[in-house]
């Protein structure tokens, strides 16, 4: 009983003190809920922010789960960056809502989301569950189209000069020298992309929308028979089935999905299985953001051989 | 010339983020409705089979407080749970949840509002709410891993502390994961009982510690303790105690996912040991009032492995020791005839979604000394807003 007494009196000297001790002005923390957003605060923020990305490529951002040490970083940071749109509805509310940090929470500048920047797609009218694991604000996985990582490092640079006032220029600076390198790049893999337009693929989960709509390519099957439902074996048959009559050149998935399914197509189909990086980190080249669509398209152009 | 197009820029960028942040009001993590509350209902219920009648349920040597019990024979529905969710306003959020039982009564389970803009690490909560000590008690009977709880929560928590008042919990500013939290309530539920001390019977303290080790493996560790004071406390039929009922638990929670991607294969181990201090009077029914002071303990280990997408199989351990009451209680409630209460299950489940579970399970419940062979078959399945888990 003595003992929890002392505990208390520790915690009631311990936590007013943590009140009054703030590190002076250190580097802006940033939490970025997946890679492609770390990686794009990096190359906006450079030495002026520190970031802690909270997923890899490995995971499926719809389930992780909101782990001690998530909520830790959480509580520390600056400014949140997610895809938003309920990509990370499965355990994002859980950390912000045991975080104690109210910098970041939903209406504060530091609550960045990324689809809140661009044209959403497949945004339904009626959304029922008995289509899958859908979002009613559109499809998520904006990032395949580096026309969004544009438009959303926009917002970005904007966020983190208001956020971090005293290095705005910095902020400015770097921003319009990632723009022009960002543009020239896009221009760049799109004339390495034209060969791609109008290929017919297959994808494992529905999560290349804007990929196909950038390179205008076609999607003509799922292998998950809804989204988040993992591929059955009736359903498999019935996607081969299908492409006897319609084609496909390749099946494409993100790394971080099982290859099982894939190869089973690809082995009765006869037509490649391509793994994409998805997000940075993917795949051996995805090591930033350029290096992302760098190996995207490589893959794809190798897949459609 | 240069200096003036950056600070038309960064001119530019202020004004239209001050602009955009009330567009942008709903953020990462909006609620799908956008401004009406999060709706959702969670629907289950079982089959259940057990060799002795659960009318007669006990463990042995251990007073239980009302709904302690492994439930009826055959088909029925379990708690039907309905929950509103919804930011309140920019400081506070509010949580209702309203289940109801198969016999048609119906409680009011959480009811809570919690302040989201203290900073700092800290966040206030105030109103009903399942209490932060221990691992197990804060989990929703739909997130738990088997049909049932942990016989040490059932004999030792009557299942799970639930109480009206206020909980302060504290983030320290770590890499580490440390929380403490603190509740002080009114004191109406087991151990707690008849609100002493003027409603303000229980306070409760609690430290959690976690982390990863790496991508793929995670782990929580907790210590807590409550404090209940109870007024003529009611259990069994009508067995009294007053008196003071002090548990202390400690917890610990160890998840494993290969590369941090739980979706083909992961692993979740989870062990609690609890002790009950319990002194003051006991009056067991049609008898007189009698000191009454002893430590009661259980404790349970369990492991949950997801074999192949969809399917996970699992096992646990639970014990108890009912600590002797002495010889003034033989024959009371309090006697545990020298038996030690255990029980060991197996679960097998499959989810076809992460929103409907079926699950089929078996326990060997030696609560009481003759041997209880319990066979359930379980659904849960949650419509609705799409609820975020805690770890």
Known sequence: MKKLKNIFNLLCILIPLSLVIQPASAAIRVFACEPEWGALAKQLGGNDVSVYTATNAFQDPHHIQARPSLIAKLRRADLLICTGSQLEIGWLPVLLRQSGNDHVQPGQPGNFAATDYVTMLEKGASIDRSQGDVHPGGNPHIQTDPRNIGKVATALAKRLAQIDLPNATDYAKRYQAFHAKWQTAIQHWQKQAAPLRGVKIVVHHKAWIYLTHWLGMQEVAALEPKPGVPPSAGHLAEVLRQLRNQPAKMVIRAAYQEARPDEWLSEHAHIPAVVLPFTVGGTDGAKDLFGLYDVTITNLLKGAK | ?391
């Open chain 2, 1 to 391: 010339m240069k200096h003036i197009v950056l600070a038309t820029w960064i001119t530019g960028a202020l004004l239209t983020t001050g602009l955009s942040t009330n567009v942008n009001a709903a953020g990462a993590g909006q609620p799908s409705n956008a401004f009406n509350p999060e709706i959702s209902l969670i629907l289950n219920g079982t089959y259940a089979q057990f060799s002795r009648d659960p009318a007669n349920y006990s463990i042995a040597g251990f007073p239980l407080a009302s709904g302690s019990d492994p439930g009826s024979r055959g088909f029925s529905i379990g708690e039907s749970e309905l929950g509103l969710r919804a930011n309140i306003d920019p400081d506070w959020y509010g949580v209702f949840t309203f289940s109801m039982a198969n016999d048609g009564t119906s409680s009011v389970e959480n009811a809570f509002v919690q302040n989201t803009n203290l900073g700092h690490g800290l966040t206030l909560r105030l109103g009903r709410f399942f209490s932060g000590i221990g691992y197990l008690n804060e989990q929703h009977s739909h997130t738990w891993d088997f049909v049932d709880t942990a016989l040490a929560y059932r004999a030792l928590l009557g299942t799970q502390y639930r109480d009206d008042g206020v909980q302060v919990r504290w983030l320290a500013p770590t890499d580490l994961f440390v929380e403490v939290g603190a509740e002080w309530l009114r004191g109406d539920a087991f151990p707690a009982g008849g609100a002493a001390d003027k409603g303000r019977g229980t306070w409760t303290g609690f430290v959690h510690v976690g982390d990863d080790l790496d991508d793929s493996n995670s782990w929580r560790a907790g210590l807590s303790y409550l404090s209940a004071d109870a007024v003529k406390r009611k259990t069994g039929t009508n067995d009294l105690f007053s008196g003071s009922s002090d548990i202390v638990i400690a917890d610990f929670v160890w998840k494993w996912a290969p590369n941090g991607n739980p979706y083909k294969h992961n692993f979740k181990f989870q062990a609690e040991y609890l002790q009950s201090n319990n002194d003051g009077l006991f009056t067991p029914v049609g008898g007189s009032a009698t000191a009454y002071s002893a430590t009661p303990s259980g404790w349970y280990a369990q492991g949950i492995y997801q074999f192949m997408p969809r399917w996970r199989v699992g096992l646990r351990h639970d014990q108890l020791n009912p600590d002797n009451a002495g010889a003034a209680y033989s024959g009371t409630v309090l006697d545990s005839l020298g038996h030690t209460p255990k029980r060991d299950s197996a679960m097998l489940d499959y989810s076809n979604s992460e929103f409907s579970r079926v699950r089929l399970q078996y326990n060997r419940d030696q609560s009481r000394p003759q041997t209880d062979n319990q066979w359930f078959v379980q659904y849960i399945m949650s419509l609705g807003a799409h609820g975020a888990h805690i770890f």
